[in-house]
């Protein structure tokens, strides 16, 4: 098996694959809709493990997967979409090319520990063990335009050092939600080489969408699938 891996911009953007709901073009190659999953994303730390069934969730009248965040799949052929727009994407998949995972992880799933439990779903369900997994995080706010309420951030920080990480307060009441997803990856066990990070932030970029910058309604997608040699 071979991985294709997609961290976004604004081409292709989600609302016009909604828009169409059809076939999509992601550079030179064309994703079948009827083979894509799409989870509803409800800031949840919630893990979804994708059947045949669930292809072509998300489009016409197949319903987006419930609650969850994150998606988990050893089926060839089937692509797993995540869509952001400041949260950031976090792209999973083993060494052997025999499983995917796509996670959702903003400010509330980073405080719930989506990406250390899609770790932990994938070696309870699958026997992968964490050392034998490689993570991609993508485009995501940074935390120099990420300020939030001092309510938020206790809550935010109360939680992550209940995980045994302490986030970066170098910068008052500002949530580096990559700094800690990368944490939470190596915690989970997943060793730092493993662990690529595209280092953008969607505030600043002018590739990328970004709700706090201009509080658009779209998203980029992310993508992830295992394909035949």
């Known amino acids: 098996m071979k991985i294709f891996c997609h961290l976004g911009n604004r081409v292709p953007d989600y609302r016009g694959i909604m828009k169409e709901h059809t076939d999509f073009m992601v550079g030179n190659k064309k994703i079948p809709a009827s083979r894509v999953v799409i989870a509803e994303q409800t800031h949840s730390d919630q893990a979804h493990i994708c059947t045949e069934a669930d292809c072509g969730a998300g489009f016409h009248d197949h319903p987006q997967i419930a609650t969850a965040d994150a ?27 025999s499983l995917v995972a796509a996670i959702h992880s903003g400010r509330e ?9 899609t770790v932990k779903a994938i070696a309870d369900n699958f026997g992968i063990y964490p050392e034998d997994l490689k993570a991609w995080i993508g485009a995501g706010i940074c935390q120099r335009h990420y300020e939030v309420d001092a309510a938020t951030w206790d809550a935010f920080s109360a939680s992550l050092q209940d995980q045994g990480i302490e986030p970066d307060m170098s910068l008052p009441r500002h949530i580096d939600i990559p700094g800690c997803i990368f944490q939470q990856l190596t915690a989970a066990g997943i060793p730092s080489c493993n662990i690529g990070w595209e ?24 993508l992830i699938g295992l394909e035949y040699e």
Do not use: M, V
């Open 71 to 97: 998606l988990i799949t050893d089926i060839p052929g089937q692509y797993l979409l995540i869509r952001t727009a400041d949260c950031t994407p976090i792209l999973l998949h083993d060494r052997k090319g």
């Open 199 to 222: 280092q953008i932030c969607t505030f600043e970029s002018p590739l990328h969408f970004s709700w706090r910058r201009d509080a658009t309604n779209n998203r980029q997608i992310n």
């Open 109 to 117: 799933g980073t405080r719930k520990n989506i990406a250390g439990k």
